[in-house]
């Protein structure tokens, strides 16, 4: 069996419409708006989608903050917390995704109390 169709884990511009629509500059307040919008429960997206035309208004907007040398791209690089995937069409801007829980990804949090007597021997080499 032949299988031609690929998953591809970024929204399709066609069916997903664009959630905010953006002129001739990057509107940091809307964005932030939408992203709050957005989160539930103490869940937010992980993912901030852009088309070409979005993505070239954040590189302008982060360029103005930055200086035009510090950026170079802006795929894969994170604004307001969301990684910024770039999608191939014209116009497209979306959130998607969602984040863990930290405390649950972060090492120190499986890590025991300072000086925990009862945690801290059963960390010590038995000879």
């Known amino acids: 069996m032949h299988i031609n169709n690929y998953y591809l884990p970024y929204p399709d511009h066609i069916s997903v419409p664009s959630e905010l629509s953006l ?4 509107d940091g307040e809307s964005v932030a708006e939408l992203i709050r919008s957005k989160c539930d429960h103490g869940e937010t997206p992980a993912f901030l989608f852009l088309g070409r035309k979005e993505a070239g208004l954040l590189k302008e907007h982060l360029a103005e903050i930055f200086g035009e040398e510090s950026v170079t791209t802006v795929n894969g690089t994170y604004y307001m ?6 999608i191939a069409c014209e116009s497209f801007l979306a959130t998607g995704g969602r984040k863990t829980i930290r405390t649950l ?11 925990d007597r009862d945690t801290e021997a059963l960390w010590q080499f038995r000879i």
């Open 81 to 86: 917390g969301l990684d910024v995937v770039t």
């Open 105 to 115: 990804q972060d090492p120190m949090s499986r890590r025991p109390a300072w000086r």
């Open 23 to 26: 002129e001739d500059s990057w």
